[in-house]
Nanobody, 115 residues
Framework: VQLVESGGGLVQPGGSLRLTCEVSGVSVRAQAMSWVRQAPGKDLEWVSGIFRDGTNTYTADSVKGRFTISKDNTKNTVYLQMHNLKPEDTARYYC?????????RGQGTQVTVSS
């Protein structure tokens, strides 16, 4: 299984980014997926998850209303759309198998929110 995240970068507070996770070795059609993040000096934090049916999603309170997870089964890809970014969203973001923080994940993509 390989998970490759992209789309991170430096953005000003209030800005938006869309993260992409290209998955190989497993079908996202048959697999629940999550986005997790880790800020410097902090534990890994679960951000959002999507059930394999694609219709049920869950989002952490800290990002609710600002972040949206989705997937494209035909591209075997998972996305995280992030709006109204805040400095406290600064972290390395990882795509992960399953609905928690324990699943296999990729190398991550860095998101930095700063003016």
């Amino acid at each position: 299984v390989q998970l490759v995240e992209s789309g991170g970068g430096l953005v000003q507070p209030g800005g938006s980014l869309r993260l992409t996770c290209e998955v190989s070795g497993v079908s996202v059609r048959a697999q629940a997926m999550s986005w997790v993040r880790q800020a410097p000096g902090k534990d890994l934090e679960w951000v959002s998850g999507i059930f394999r049916d694609g219709t049920n999603t869950y989002t952490a309170d800290s990002v609710k209303g600002r972040f949206t997870i989705s997937k494209d089964n035909t591209k075997n890809t998972v996305y995280l759309q992030m709006h109204n970014l805040k400095p406290e969203d600064t972290a390395r973001y990882y795509c992960a198998l399953g609905l928690g923080t324990n699943g296999s994940r990729g190398q991550g993509t860095q998101v930095t929110v700063s003016s």
